[in-house]
């Protein structure tokens, strides 16, 4: 099990997301950022359409989505 932060991530906080693989990670930050923004929380509001719009530019995406494996494989 290995931990990164939303901010870490992309977000605005340092809330800490665990998950065995980097998926999970990622996986449980989209859930973060959604349940933010629903809650009114604006200084997420940014990452959050950031993330909804993830996959319309996948060239962009890759690159993100290659740096954050990276920075989770990079964890002791």
Request: with cysteine.
């Amino acid at each position: 099990m290995k931990t990164m932060t939303c901010r870490q991530l992309g977000g605005p906080c340092d809330l800490e997301l665990s998950g065995e693989t980097a998926d999970e990670v990622i996986k449980a930050q989209d859930r973060h950022l959604r349940e933010a923004a629903r809650g009114g929380d604006e200084t997420h509001a940014p990452a959050h359409e950031e993330m909804k719009g993830r996959w319309r530019h996948p060239v962009k995406a890759m690159g993100w989505y290659r740096d954050a494996k990276r920075a989770f494989a990079d964890l002791s």
